[in-house]
């Protein structure tokens, strides 16, 4: 799951609407196929371009197309040059080679680019570049963008051009004023061998026919609706006597998934990989045709929300669909938008089975590079022994063997300093396990070293009373319901998020009303919001959870996030006893007990907390014990920006005693109230 890193999820919620509660399948035949996505973001388009083409022939290519990355023209008639070369397509700067480039064609081991375009596309310095870099050079160039694609077109040769069934040789024409649907039409072009031409929206350029017609080309698939390509052009190509196909739809989403269907139904392709790009820009998608094609991969474009169209391809993969390629960095195409199309593709999900899935850790060695914790101060349902291996700094991904599923929820406290932690991801991986990507940073947001700890739990129909959900879109339009395998409600009822302002929303339980119970509240993502519970009350049925976000700075912010919400019951499902958990409602008392509604102890004693110094509080629970280890995890709570971790905990006499850290938004010691739970 490389699921998710920016703040942009809007489109998640859109396809919630579009799946509605068909997810949920009780059919053990109906299991989820997990679908994963790789993303190319690179520093700029050339390094996005770099990033792709190595991607599509990842044991290099000894011919590769060379276009100018500021305009699209030539880079998408290009895709059909590179299917004939079987090659790829990397981006330069118009007036000289960028660094990016260079490096593209260093790694793939090229001996001959094909520059495109006349030395007013890319300059005779460029091709100097490349020659004094040791690469030979062509380079294929006309008076303007409809020549230069006729004249790529026609560089193969006719014997290249692929033919479609009864149709004969065929070609493709798109517009040449806008991108979206050659840009949609490249991966067809490069793997099916059909030449892609450009046309002017109300005429047909001189260069084009000329180039229909030294191919010899007998059909056109010609790309868009008559506000692209009018019918002034159709009826031009057809008095030739070459028959046209149009294939568009209502807008540029609904035409590249006309573009998906036809790839799929009337040129056969097993479509197990996709590939997101926007369909507002060219910049990191311009050379994603050659990619699409080496992978039968056909392009979905999309918004910030995947549009309906788009989801529809998604799901009319199912079958097969195991692979998104992303183009271009969160802000270009959202984490919503490709967890809309995962989860479209992903299909039915299973209901959840006996027995619960669950576990968790202590990660104590924070500079470690590999580990497995103590093994007192981990658990898994399974009895697999979890890992941890730190990828940067305070970045770090937790391994819960046996535990593999794409579902259930993640939280993490940070132990022993003032820094924050929160769950960036998690998914089920190839061999059965769980991988939870941890994000610990300072209070300024800087990525560092940190010890955590960090639970999972997938727990067994009606394990209550508890609820949880992911919440899975930072900034919904409307009440909406997070995705059924990421959310959990121990009546069977659906639970729902709704944003009340700016880092504010209300998660609503439905069926578990009622004073009382537990919360712990985690952020989610690569961003460095953090997220806790304001306050918790029933609303008639209902069990009403108020979450607040903040940035580092102590601002308000919208976020993703994971609640989690027990009463009379231990938090992590399936976790062994003892267990206890209390919410601390006052920051400065110097030693009282919590009211008992809101503790609660697998011993049936009551827990006690005394105020030891600015923000630090001691936490006894009488009779829970654990002189093995067990498991803390702290939130704090009301409307304010503080957080709060766990400092240590131990064993006394047959007690536990936990300390416990509160921190303002700089860092500093800061009285707050908080919930606690401990499981052994």
Not at 197 to 208: A, F, H, V
Not at 394 to 415: H, I, K
Not at 417 to 436: H, I, M, P, S
Not at 517 to 528: D, I
Request: glycine share 12%; proline share 6%.
């Amino acid at each position: 799951m490389s699921i998710s890193i920016k703040r942009i999820a809007a489109g998640l919620l859109a396809s919630t609407a579009v799946l509605g509660a068909a997810v949920v399948g009780a059919n053990p035949a109906d299991a989820l196929n997990p679908v994963t996505d790789t993303r190319f973001a690179g520093t700029n388009r050339f390094d996005t371009a770099r990033q792709t083409a190595l991607a599509a022939y990842p044991l290099g290519a000894t011919d590769v197309v060379l276009a100018r990355g500021d305009l699209f023209p030539d880079a998408l008639a290009g895709s059909y040059l590179a299917g004939s070369l079987n090659g790829p397509v990397l981006l330069t700067e118009s007036d000289s080679l960028h660094p990016e480039a260079l490096a593209g064609l260093t790694a793939l081991g090229a001996t001959t680019v094909h520059l495109l375009g006349s030395e007013a596309a890319l300059s005779a310095n460029v091709r100097n570049q490349v020659t004094a870099a040791g690469f030979a050079t062509t380079r294929i160039g006309g008076g303007n963008r409809y020549d230069t694609a006729a004249q790529v077109a026609t560089t193969p040769g006719a014997a290249v051009v692929g033919t479609l069934g009864g149709f004969g040789k065929t070609a493709i024409v798109a517009s040449g004023e806008n991108f979206p649907d050659a840009l949609a039409a490249g991966p067809i072009a490069h793997r099916a061998d059909f030449p892609l031409l450009l046309t002017r929206p109300d005429s047909l350029p001189t260069e084009t026919a000329a180039a229909l017609s030294t191919l010899g080309i007998q059909h056109v698939l010609m790309i868009g609706g008559t506000s692209a390509v009018n019918d002034s052009v159709k009826a031009a190509i057809e008095a030739t006597g070459v028959s046209v196909d149009r294939r568009f739809g209502p807008d540029r989403f609904a035409t590249a998934a006309n573009l998906a269907g036809f790839a799929r139904t009337t040129l056969g392709w097993t479509v197990d990989e996709l590939i997101l790009a926007t369909g507002f820009g060219f910049a990191d998608a311009v050379s994603a045709g050659a990619l699409g094609g080496v992978k039968s991969a056909p392009i979905v474009l999309t918004d910030d929300v995947l549009p309906a169209p788009s989801v529809q391809v998604c799901t009319d993969n199912q079958p097969t669909l195991t692979k998104l390629f992303v183009e271009g960095g969160p802000t270009v195409v959202t984490p919503g938008a490709v967890n809309a199309c995962r989860i479209a593709g992903q299909g039915p999900v299973i209901v959840l089975p006996e027995p619960s899935l669950s576990g968790y850790v202590w990660a104590d060695q924070e500079n470690a590079p590999a580990y497995s914790p103590h093994a007192g101060y981990q658990y898994n349902s399974t009895g697999g022994t979890n890992t941890i291996v730190r990828n940067a700094a305070g970045d770090y991904t937790v391994t819960f063997p046996g535990l593999g599923v794409n579902a259930g929820t993640v939280n993490v406290t940070g132990y022993a300093t003032n820094n924050r932690c929160k769950v960036e991801e998690w998914e089920a991986v190839a061999g059965g396990a769980l991988e939870v990507d941890v994000q610990c940073s300072t209070p300024a947001g800087i990525g560092q070293n940190t010890k955590f700890t960090a639970s999972f739990q997938r727990p067994a129909a009606g394990a209550g009373p508890r609820g949880y959900v992911w919440s899975n879109v930072a900034d919904p339009p409307a009440e909406y319901s997070p995705h059924a395998a990421y959310q959990f409600n121990s009546t069977g009822a659906t639970n729902t998020v709704t944003k009340t302002g700016p880092g504010a929303y209300n998660v609503k339980l439905a069926g578990l009303g009622g004073p009382g119970g537990h919360v712990q509240v985690t952020a989610y993502g690569s961003t460095t919001q953090q997220c806790k519970v304001e306050n918790w009350n029933p609303s008639g049925p209902d069990q009403v959870v108020v979450v607040r976000c903040f940035t580092p700075a102590g601002v308000a912010a919208d976020s993703r996030f994971t609640m989690t919400y027990v009463k009379d019951t231990r938090l992590i499902s399936g976790a062994p006893a003892p267990h206890a958990y209390l919410w601390a409602s006052s920051a400065i008392n110097p030693a009282y007990t919590p009211n008992v509604a809101y503790q609660h102890s697998s011993s049936g004693s009551d827990a006690t907390i005394a105020k030891t110094g600015v923000g630090t509080y001691e936490v006894t629970l009488p009779g829970a014990g654990s002189p093995a280890g067990g498991h803390v995890e702290v939130t704090s709570y009301g409307p304010g920006d503080q957080h709060c971790n766990v400092n240590s905990w131990n064993s006394v006499g047959g007690d536990e005693k936990v300390q416990v850290r509160c921190y303002d938004s700089i860092g500093a010691s800061s009285d707050s109230r908080f919930t606690l739970a401990f499981v052994s």
